[in-house]
C-alpha cells in the first residue's frame, strides 16, 4: 500500500499516494532521479579540469549522505558508523591484518542490521530499506581493505595480476574514503566500483590510456578527445523506462505468489504450470533491470564508467554495469546467466574471497553470499538450489555439448532446447528468493515434488564431473598493461594509478561459474 510509513522523509507522499506505491520506494526513485541531474551538473560545472579533486570529493559526499538522509531518516547514520569505525580499523590494525578486522567487521555489522530490520521491526517488507545501501557499502570497505593489503604488505610476487593491477599502494585520506564508500553516485544502488577505478574518474585520469576492445591493448592516448557519456545515458535511460512500465503493468497481474495458489495448483496443467512460472519470473526481474541499469546511468553521467573504445572506435560506458539484459533473457545455460546477471557482486565475492582462501573455495564463497545477501531463509534454499543446478548444468554441457557443435541445424535445435531447460530451471531456483519465507518456498518445491533438485543429483551422480584448478581471470589479466603502466607513474608522482578493468565477459573461463553460481 502506498500508506506504508517509512523511516525517511514523508514529504513525497502525496506523490505515492497517487501513483499507489509504498513512499519508500518513491523516494527511492525520486532520489536516484535527483542524482541522475546532479550527476549531470557535477560532470558540467565540477568537471575535473575546471575543480581541484578535493572539492569534488566533498561534493560527492554531501550529495551522497544528504540523499541517504532523504530516503531513510535516522538509519542513514548507519552508513557512517559502519564506514568509520572500519576506517578507523584500518588505521589502528595496520595493513598486516586489517583485511581480515574489516572483512568480520563490516560483514558482521551489516548481518546486524539486517536481523534487527527483518525479525524486530519489518518481516517481509521487500521494498527499499537501508540494509541495501549497506551492502554495496560492505562491498566497498572489504575490496577496499584487501587492495590496500594487496598493495601495501604482500610482495609482487605473491599476487594474482588482477590483484596487482587492483592493488592500492598509500592508504586513502578519509575523505576520499568516504567520498568511495558514500558518494551520491552509488550509495543508494551501486554499483560496486574498485577504489582505484574512483580515484581515477574523480582526479581525472579516467580517459589518458584505456584499452581498445576486449583484447585489452591500448589505445589512442593523451590527447585523444574526451567523450560523451550521453548517448549511453540516453539508451539506458530508455532501457529504465521500458522496465518500469513493464513492472507497473505487467508484474502486478503475474504475481509469483500465485505459483502456489492451492486452486491453481489443483485445476491447472502442468505445461500450464511451467509457463506461468517462468512468465511469473521472467515478470519479476524489470525491478531489477530498472534499479540496475538507472544506477549504471548516474554513474556515467557524472562521467564515471568509462571502458576504452571497441574495435570500431566506440566509446564504452560499461566499465562498471551489473547486468546484460539480452544475453540473461537469451541464456543457454546456467553458467550464461550467472555470469551476466549482478556482475559487479560476482566480482567481489571472487576477489574477496575465493583467490583468498586455501580450503574449500566454492564452500566458503557460497557461505559469504548467503550471508551478505540477508537472513530470509528462501535466500538460503535459493543459494543451495542453485548450486545444485549449476553444477549439473555444468555436468551435462561438458559431456554432450560437443556433439551438438554441426551442423548448424543441430547447433540450434541444441540451443533451442538448453534455452528452454535454463530458462526454466532458473525461474525453479529463484522461486524461494521472492517468497522469502521457508514454508511457501517448501510448498512451491513439494507442490513440483522436487523434480529438478531429483534431476540435478541424479546427474551428478552419473555423469562425471571434470574439475578444474583455480585460476586468474584471463580478461581481466589481458587488460593489465595499462594498470603496470600507470603504476609506475604513480611511484614516481605519489598518485593512484588506473585499476584493471572490472571483468564482466568472463563467459569463456570456467573459474567464474565456479563462484558465479552463489550470487544471485
Given at each position: 500500500?502506498?500508506?506504508?510509513?517509512?523511516?525517511?522523509?514523508?514529504?513525497?507522499?502525496?506523490?505515492?499516494?497517487?501513483?499507489?506505491?509504498?513512499?519508500?520506494?518513491?523516494?527511492?526513485?525520486?532520489?536516484?532521479?535527483?542524482?541522475?541531474?546532479?550527476?549531470?551538473?557535477?560532470?558540467?560545472?565540477?568537471?575535473?579540469?575546471k575543480t581541484s579533486s578535493c572539492i569534488r570529493h566533498v561534493v560527492a559526499t554531501l550529495l551522497g549522505?544528504?540523499?541517504?538522509?532523504?530516503?531513510?531518516?535516522?538509519?542513514?547514520?548507519?552508513?557512517?558508523?559502519?564506514?568509520?569505525?572500519?576506517?578507523?580499523?584500518?588505521?589502528?590494525?595496520?595493513?598486516?591484518?586489517?583485511?581480515?578486522?574489516?572483512?568480520?567487521?563490516?560483514?558482521?555489522?551489516?548481518?546486524?542490521?539486517?536481523?534487527?530490520?527483518?525479525?524486530?521491526?519489518?518481516?517481509?517488507?521487500?521494498?527499499?530499506?537501508?540494509?541495501?545501501?549497506?551492502?554495496?557499502?560492505?562491498?566497498?570497505?572489504?575490496?577496499?581493505?584487501?587492495?590496500?593489503?594487496?598493495?601495501?604488505?604482500?610482495?609482487?610476487?605473491?599476487?594474482?595480476?588482477?590483484?596487482?593491477?587492483?592493488?592500492?599502494?598509500?592508504?586513502?585520506?578519509?575523505?576520499?574514503?568516504?567520498?568511495?564508500?558514500?558518494?551520491?553516485?552509488?550509495?543508494?544502488?551501486?554499483?560496486?566500483?574498485?577504489?582505484?577505478?574512483?580515484?581515477?574518474?574523480?582526479?581525472?585520469?579516467?580517459?589518458?590510456?584505456?584499452?581498445?576492445?576486449?583484447?585489452?591493448?591500448?589505445?589512442?592516448?593523451?590527447?585523444?578527445?574526451?567523450?560523451?557519456?550521453?548517448?549511453?545515458?540516453?539508451?539506458?535511460?530508455?532501457?529504465?523506462?521500458?522496465?518500469?512500465?513493464?513492472?507497473?503493468?505487467?508484474?502486478?497481474?503475474?504475481?509469483?505468489?500465485?505459483?502456489?495458489?492451492?486452486?491453481?495448483?489443483?485445476?491447472?496443467?502442468?505445461?500450464?504450470?511451467?509457463?506461468?512460472?517462468?512468465?511469473?519470473?521472467?515478470?519479476?526481474?524489470?525491478?531489477?533491470?530498472?534499479?540496475?541499469?538507472?544506477?549504471?546511468?548516474?554513474?556515467?553521467?557524472?562521467?564515471?564508467?568509462?571502458?576504452?573504445?571497441?574495435?570500431?572506435?566506440?566509446?564504452?560506458?560499461?566499465?562498471?554495469?551489473?547486468?546484460?539484459?539480452?544475453?540473461?533473457?537469451?541464456?543457454?545455460?546456467?553458467?550464461?546467466?550467472?555470469?551476466?546477471?549482478?556482475?559487479?557482486?560476482?566480482?567481489?565475492?571472487?576477489?574477496?574471497?575465493?583467490?583468498?582462501?586455501?580450503?574449500?573455495?566454492?564452500?566458503?564463497?557460497?557461505?559469504?553470499?548467503?550471508?551478505?545477501?540477508?537472513?530470509?531463509?528462501?535466500?538460503?534454499?535459493?543459494?543451495?538450489?542453485?548450486?545444485?543446478?549449476?553444477?549439473?548444468?555444468?555436468?551435462?554441457?561438458?559431456?554432450?555439448?560437443?556433439?551438438?557443435?554441426?551442423?548448424?541445424?543441430?547447433?540450434?535445435?541444441?540451443?533451442?532446447?538448453?534455452?528452454?531447460?535454463?530458462?526454466?530451471?532458473?525461474?525453479?531456483?529463484?522461486?524461494?528468493?521472492?517468497?522469502?519465507?521457508?514454508?511457501?518456498?517448501?510448498?512451491?518445491?513439494?507442490?513440483?515434488?522436487?523434480?529438478?533438485?531429483?534431476?540435478?543429483?541424479?546427474?551428478?551422480?552419473?555423469?562425471?564431473?571434470?574439475?578444474?584448478?583455480?585460476?586468474?581471470?584471463?580478461?581481466?589479466?589481458?587488460?593489465?598493461?595499462?594498470?603496470?603502466?600507470?603504476?609506475?607513474?604513480?611511484?614516481?608522482?605519489?598518485?593512484?594509478?588506473?585499476?584493471?578493468?572490472?571483468?564482466?565477459?568472463?563467459?569463456?573461463?570456467?573459474?567464474?561459474?565456479?563462484?558465479?553460481?552463489?550470487?544471485?
Amino acid at each position: 500500500m502506498a500508506t506504508t510509513s517509512t523511516t525517511g522523509s514523508t514529504l513525497l507522499q502525496p506523490l505515492s499516494n497517487a501513483v499507489q506505491l509504498p513512499i519508500d520506494q518513491v523516494n527511492f526513485v525520486v532520489c536516484q532521479l535527483f542524482a541522475l541531474l546532479a550527476a549531470i551538473w557535477f560532470r558540467t560545472y565540477l568537471h575535473s579540469s575546471k575543480t581541484s579533486s578535493c572539492i569534488r570529493h566533498v561534493v560527492a559526499t554531501l550529495l551522497g549522505l544528504y540523499l541517504a538522509l532523504f530516503c531513510f531518516g535516522w538509519y542513514a547514520l548507519h552508513f557512517l558508523v559502519q564506514s568509520g569505525i572500519s576506517y578507523c580499523i584500518m588505521i589502528i590494525i595496520g595493513v598486516e591484518n586489517m583485511h581480515t578486522y574489516c572483512f568480520v567487521f563490516a560483514l558482521g555489522y551489516l548481518t546486524l542490521c539486517q536481523v534487527t530490520r527483518v525479525y524486530i521491526f519489518d518481516y517481509g517488507q521487500y521494498s527499499a530499506d537501508f540494509s541495501g545501501p549497506m551492502m554495496i557499502i560492505t562491498q566497498k570497505i572489504t575490496s577496499l581493505a584487501c587492495e590496500i593489503h594487496d598493495g601495501m604488505f604482500r610482495k609482487n610476487e605473491e599476487l594474482t595480476p588482477s590483484q596487482r593491477g587492483l592493488a592500492v599502494r598509500r592508504m586513502p585520506s578519509l575523505l576520499e574514503y568516504l567520498s568511495y564508500t558514500c558518494n551520491f553516485m552509488g550509495i543508494l544502488a551501486g554499483p560496486l566500483c574498485s577504489y582505484k577505478d574512483y580515484i581515477t574518474f574523480i582526479e581525472g585520469r579516467s580517459y589518458h590510456a584505456a584499452p581498445s576492445g576486449e583484447s585489452g591493448k591500448e589505445g589512442i592516448q593523451g590527447e585523444r578527445t574526451e567523450p560523451s557519456p550521453n548517448a549511453a545515458v540516453v539508451q539506458k535511460l530508455l532501457m529504465c523506462g521500458l522496465s518500469l512500465l513493464f513492472h507497473l503493468t505487467v508484474c502486478r497481474r503475474l504475481p509469483v505468489e500465485y505459483n502456489i495458489d492451492a486452486h491453481f495448483q489443483a485445476t491447472a496443467s502442468w505445461p500450464t504450470r511451467v509457463l506461468y512460472l517462468y512468465v511469473s519470473l521472467l515478470a519479476a526481474r524489470p525491478k531489477y533491470y530498472f534499479a540496475w541499469t538507472l544506477a549504471d546511468a548516474i554513474n556515467n553521467a557524472a562521467g564515471f564508467g568509462f571502458r576504452g573504445y571497441d574495435k570500431n572506435g566506440a566509446a564504452r560506458w560499461d566499465l562498471i554495469s551489473n547486468l546484460r539484459i539480452q544475453q540473461i533473457e537469451m541464456s543457454t545455460s546456467f553458467k550464461m546467466f550467472l555470469d551476466n546477471w549482478n556482475i559487479q557482486t560476482a566480482l567481489w565475492l571472487k576477489r574477496v574471497c575465493y583467490e583468498r582462501v586455501s580450503m574449500s573455495p566454492t564452500i566458503q564463497t557460497f557461505i559469504l553470499s548467503a550471508i551478505w545477501h540477508g537472513v530470509y531463509p528462501g535466500y538460503y534454499l535459493t543459494f543451495l538450489t542453485g548450486t545444485v543446478m549449476t553444477l549439473a548444468a555444468r555436468a551435462v554441457r561438458n559431456n554432450f555439448r560437443h556433439y551438438f557443435i554441426q551442423p548448424p541445424q543441430l547447433k540450434l535445435l541444441y540451443d533451442i532446447i538448453t534455452w528452454i531447460v535454463t530458462q526454466i530451471a532458473i525461474s525453479y531456483t529463484v522461486v524461494p528468493f521472492v517468497l522469502l519465507s521457508i514454508k511457501p518456498s517448501f510448498m512451491f518445491y513439494s507442490s513440483w515434488y522436487y523434480s529438478l533438485h531429483s534431476l540435478g543429483i541424479l546427474v551428478l551422480l552419473l555423469l562425471p564431473v571434470k574439475k578444474t584448478p583455480r585460476g586468474t581471470n584471463t580478461h581481466e589479466d589481458a587488460q593489465l598493461s595499462r594498470s603496470k603502466k600507470l603504476d609506475e607513474g604513480e611511484n614516481s608522482l605519489g598518485q593512484n594509478s588506473f585499476s584493471t578493468t572490472n571483468s564482466v565477459c568472463s563467459q569463456s573461463q570456467e573459474i567464474a561459474s565456479r563462484h558465479s553460481s552463489l550470487k544471485h
